[in-house]
């Protein structure tokens, strides 16, 4: 079956510090991968995806991240984290079957950022 | 624009009711998508409808069922709920099956 796992359940950073989020997947075949954001409160936002092209994806906020076909990962980075960059992050992918387009969420990472 | 509309926002059943969560999906967007999220937990995706055809069904009991409108707006029931029902319900559209989602704010379902 397949699933999405992130690494990290809880990362505490002080601003200005460097981020990376860890995302593995288990799925063989072509896949179309996201992250996505909830700040407290809101709903969830997509800070970018990968659908195919250059595995390094650039999103809002100054978020990018990388796809690594052979070690199947996504993994987000920021090189300089703000404290308004709180909030829980979720990788997601969707394996592009062509029948469906369900979403895999992986559990989620919460970031909390210090001033 | 308006970004998908979910109603109710907030609500709370008892053991045994049934519930009906509405979803308005973004305008021109043919397919959604409903997402349970329960606190501490990634979403887990419940049914995608794409032309009002249900094209994809998650682990979820036979209580739970969808629909989707000529308007492509969408209906989650739940019957006979349980405790263990109690989550955000998220709903999702797209214009397509698989090249981005965006998705509502959710409706926070408390079963006491």
């Known amino acids: 079956a397949q699933s999405v796992s992130q690494h990290n359940h809880h990362v505490i950073l002080s601003e200005a510090a460097s981020l990376e989020l860890g995302c593995n997947y288990s799925y063989g075949g072509t896949v179309n991968l996201f992250w996505y954001v909830q700040y407290p409160g809101q709903h969830l936002q997509l800070l970018l995806k990968?659908?195919?092209?250059?595995?390094l994806v650039k999103g809002i906020k100054g978020f990018e991240a990388e796809f690594i076909k052979s070690k199947f990962s996504f993994n987000l980075r920021k090189p300089s984290v703000q404290w308004s960059d709180t909030a829980e992050y979720f990788c997601a992918v969707n394996a592009n079957s062509g029948n469906t387009g369900k979403l895999i969420f992986g559990q989620g990472t919460t970031l909390q950022v210090k001033p | 624009d308006a970004g998908v509309t979910q109603s109710p926002t907030h609500l709370i059943k008892t053991r045994g009711q049934h519930v009906t969560l509405r979803c308005s999906p973004i305008?021109?967007?043919?397919?959604v998508s409903w997402y349970q999220q329960v606190l501490g937990q990634g979403p887990q995706f419940i049914f995608q409808?794409?032309?009002?055809?249900?094209?994809g069904r998650g682990n979820f009991p036979d209580r739970f069922s969808a629909r989707q409108f000529p308007n492509y707006s969408s209906e989650l029931n739940v019957n006979a709920l349980l405790l263990g029902d109690s989550a955000l319900y998220l709903c999702?559209?797209?214009?397509?099956?698989?090249?981005?989602?965006?998705f509502g704010s959710g409706t926070r379902l408390t079963v006491v």
């Open positions: 990968y659908f195919s092209g250059d595995p």
């Open positions: 999702a559209s797209s214009s397509s099956r698989g090249y981005g989602y965006t």
């Open positions: 305008s021109g967007h043919k397919s």
């Open positions: 409808y794409y032309e009002k055809e249900e094209r």
